[in-house]
Nanobody, 124 residues
Framework: QVQLVESGGGLVQAGGSLRLSCAAS????????MGWFRQAPGKEREFVAR????????AYADSVKGRFTISRDNAKNTVYLQMNSLKPEDTAVYYCAADKSYYGDSDPGKYDYWGQGTQVTVAS
């Protein structure tokens, strides 16, 4: 069993930056692929970024490519999402998720564990 707790959300002006963190419990964190997703009001949950168990493979949604960076520190059982050049359309609740299959996926249905989410609001 893995528990995930996100932090780092908040209110920021357009063009600003935030770094989200997702702290995981459990000894098997280093074997999980990890992903970040987001959900805006009235919209479906959408893929943002994923990272493989070793950090060697990452992937991003086109909407955030070049602005967001996913990383992980297996010694700290933590995955990060650095968000730069934020836009109002990035406003959403951001969730991290863990996938037992080592690599993560853009399909939220492939993930085994989810955090409770952290709100990110970007003001124009």
């Amino acid at each position: 069993q893995v528990q995930l707790v996100e932090s780092g959300g908040g209110l920021v002006q357009a063009g600003g930056s935030l770094r989200l963190s997702c702290a995981a419990s459990g000894r098997t964190f280093s074997t999980y692929g990890m992903g970040w997703f987001r959900q805006a009001p009235g919209k479906e949950r959408e893929f943002v970024a994923r990272i493989s168990w070793s950090g060697g493979t990452t992937a991003y949604a086109d909407s955030v490519k070049g602005r967001f960076t996913i990383s992980r520190d297996n010694a700290k059982n933590t995955v990060y999402l650095q968000m730069n050049s934020l836009k109002p359309e990035d406003t959403a609740v951001y969730y991290c998720a863990a996938d037992k299959s080592y690599y993560g996926d853009s399909d939220p249905g492939k993930y085994d564990y989810w955090g409770q989410g952290t709100q990110v609001t970007v003001a124009s």
